[in-house]
C-alpha cells in the first residue's frame, strides 16, 4: 500500500518560511551611502589635444572619488581636498568632452572640457 503525504498550500509555505525569518520583527538593516559627488566647475575648462594637462575639477562631496573620466578615457587624479581635485588630462580628440568624477555612491553631473589642437607653426 502506498502512502501520500499532503503537501502544503502555497499559502503555508509562505507563512512558514517568513515565520522563521530572522527579521520577522526587526526592520530589514538599511544601506546609507555618502552623497553623490557635485562638479561645480573646471579650471581650466579648455586645453590641448596631447596628455599631460592638469585640470582642477571643482565641486562638492569629493573625497571618496574613486576615478576621474575624460569622455571614456581614465585620467590620473589626486584627491586635494573634499571641494578639488588636479587630473591630468589624457589625449584625445579636439573638440567638447564631459569631465565627470566617480565614487561609490555613483558617478557625479558632467562638465564639458574643450580640448583643441596646437596651433601650426
Not at 590641448?48 to 565641486?59: S, Y
Not at 589626486?78 to 568632452?97: F, H, K
Request: proline fraction near 11%; aromatic fraction near 4%.
Amino acid at each position: 500500500m502506498r502512502r501520500f503525504l499532503a503537501c502544503p498550500t502555497k499559502s503555508e509555505e509562505y507563512s512558514h518560511a517568513h515565520r522563521d525569518h530572522p527579521w520577522r520583527h526587526q526592520r530589514p538593516p538599511q544601506l546609507h551611502l555618502s552623497p553623490g559627488a557635485r562638479l561645480a566647475s573646471l579650471a581650466p575648462a579648455q586645453g590641448p589635444t596631447h596628455a599631460g594637462t592638469t585640470i582642477t575639477l571643482t565641486g562638492t562631496n569629493l573625497t571618496t572619488t574613486t576615478g576621474v573620466h575624460f569622455g571614456f578615457a581614465l585620467a590620473s587624479f589626486t584627491v586635494a581636498s573634499p571641494t578639488q581635485i588636479p587630473a591630468v588630462a589624457p589625449a584625445g580628440l579636439a573638440g567638447p568632452v564631459t569631465v565627470t568624477a566617480v565614487t561609490p555612491a555613483g558617478t557625479s553631473n558632467g562638465l564639458s572640457c574643450t580640448r583643441a589642437d596646437a596651433p601650426a607653426i
